[in-house]
């Protein structure tokens, strides 16, 4: 079977959903967890804090993608790049996004901010505390609640999830685990 047999071509795929393929990943040091806080001009999520990642390139596959990402957001060189699972969105618009999400280890704690945000090196057990308690302080991206805490206490992983908005905008987390 060559590339025209796989149904990618402009007909077959018109009327087809179509996602834009991303990477998220969480990077661990000892007991801390690397969160970057996007900056106040970024379109998506400003001010918010998150793990780091970005757009899958068309010769890549998700975890080269992911360790790409690493490297040009915080400098950072890792290994035990792990699968934790994935989440497809539907933001409600013609097109759709396919997450696909990672933990990994640095071999050192020096980081370089850029243009995407700041980096922060946050007490893993903190961040889940803060996430449990009754007046949150971290601003995080909507989807880090429910993500974290599967992916650091629950040990839910891999782990298949579909992300939707309902009427008020509100998010809506369908989690599935193998």
């Not at 991303?22 to 996007?38: G, H, V, W």
């Not at 396919?98 to 946050?122: P, V, Y």
Request: hydrophobic fraction near 40%; proline fraction near 6%.
């Amino acid at each position: 079977m060559g590339a025209k047999d796989q149904g990618a071509d402009n007909i077959t795929v018109q009327k087809r959903w179509k996602v834009v393929p991303r990477t998220l990943c969480f990077i661990t040091y000892q007991d801390q967890l690397l969160l970057m806080k996007r900056a106040p001009h970024k379109r998506v999520f400003p001010n918010h804090y998150n793990g780091v990642g970005g757009h899958i390139e068309r010769y890549e596959d998700p975890i080269t993608s992911a360790i790409r990402e690493i490297k040009e957001e915080t400098g950072l060189d890792v290994h035990n790049v792990r699968y934790c699972g994935s989440t497809h969105i539907d933001a409600g618009e013609d097109n759709g996004i396919m997450l696909f999400i990672f933990t990994a280890e640095a071999l050192q704690k020096k980081i370089i901010d850029s243009e995407e945000g700041t980096l922060h090196w946050l007490p893993i057990t903190e961040v889940l505390r803060d996430i449990r308690s009754a007046t949150p302080q971290l601003k995080l991206v909507e989807d880090l609640p429910i993500l974290l805490p599967l992916i650091f206490e629950d040990n839910a992983i891999p782990f298949f999830a579909h992300v939707s908005y309902d009427k008020d905008d509100q998010i809506i987390f369908r989690l599935q685990s193998p």
